[in-house]
């Protein structure tokens, strides 16, 4: 089995023979080069075949029977979805790959196809084996390392962790190895019965990049990637969202034990991956929501409120408002009183869902009422606030009466209550969430600016809380 894996961030060039799996009879001598930024390129000294023009552009015949093709550009492009190679004895294979040579030199039948430089980019490049698609489970294990995995090295060193998640092995490996030349730090290896396709094993190593870009509360590169099969690990290589430097923590070293244990990675990583395949959506939301940079306010207004409505939905946090027998009847009732030019905007506008600021109330209650009364003066208060910003921003174009200050106030209260939802959900402790409350900046912004800006004034705090207060 191959033990030393092929980072992202190291260079690689291929020579060999390559050629397409329907013609294995024309093979082209090329080079294969990785430059260590995720572009891969093959630079042939020739071509795989011609095209025939008539089967290029759209052919149109007018009145007069005139015959007319038009050709655009994206009609030249030639595109391989799968392209062998071997190099020193090494089977490569290569997928979604596109010809970007000159139009000049674009292949047409009955063209010497010998003559010239064929420059093909692609997508996806494995090492080791030739792979016939990428929609089988071919795959029945992957290996990935993550910078900020070696959070959860135990002090001692050494420590692995083996657990089970969906039906699926999952083992965090190598710890205590970064010094041992056929390993490169810690990694994360699942194993499954049932196989994975090459896009699964991708949906599985950006859950588990996913996961420690939250706990550590920081966008982490993925360093290597292989895919096994059968006794052999084979490298992927790939453009990712961001490429690791191998770096075990990026973190000072307070803060990898915080993390470690505030995030047990067998219980929090088992339950990410439920979290994952119950609310795909809502993760790919929130991991945007926490490292992407919006240009304006208004831009994280909606992304927290669509994040926040997205996760209450997908963790089925309430029901629905009315019995589905009685709302039905409500509904036909008011169609019937209903003049006709209004019957469909009241087809479109009543509906039986929780609203924006119900949801919001819901995400604060299943995080506790003791962290949220040290994050929140007033949940209803936040909720009423973020719901008419967000209204009069999408159904008016601008918020009405709402300062930046207050907005920004908004946004870092919603992002931390999502925030905190998906930490209950995962596992994380009462106690270590009030640390993590007490302890981060993100968080420490949010209460200072909750205070602030989101204390109800003395005419609307509710006449209960008005009693506590004389009293």
Known sequence: MNESPFPFAEKGEWVGHWWLPENPGNRIFGTLRYDGRGNIELKLEGFFGGRNMADVGKVTIDNQGNIARTVRSRDLRISYDIIYGVSDGKEITIFNAEDKSSIKNTRWCGVNN???????SADFLILGQHVRNTEDKLFDGLR??????????SLEGGQEFKFSALGKSVEICGFGSSEKPNQRGPFCQIISGEGFSLQEALDEVRA???FISFVVNQFSGIVWVQLRTGNECLDLLFLPVKIGVGTGVARGKFDAELTSNAFPIDIALSKWFELVNRAQAAINMVITMQFEKMPFIENDLLMVTMTAEVLHRNLKLGGRP????EFKLMREKLLEAAPDGYKEMIKSSIRNELTLRQRLVGLADFVGEDLISALIPDVEYWAKETTKARNYLTHEGKVKNQS???LIAIVDVTKAVVVLSVMRYIGVSDEYQKIIVSRHRQFIKAVLRAREWLTPPSEEITEEKQNNTNA
């Open 114 to 120: 010998s003559v010239g430089n064929c420059r093909i």
């Open 144 to 153: 990935v390392s993550v910078d900020n995995l070696g959070c959860w090295d």
């Open 208 to 210: 588990i990049q996913n």
């Open 322 to 325: 009315y019995v589905n027998k």
């Open 404 to 406: 930046v200050e207050e």
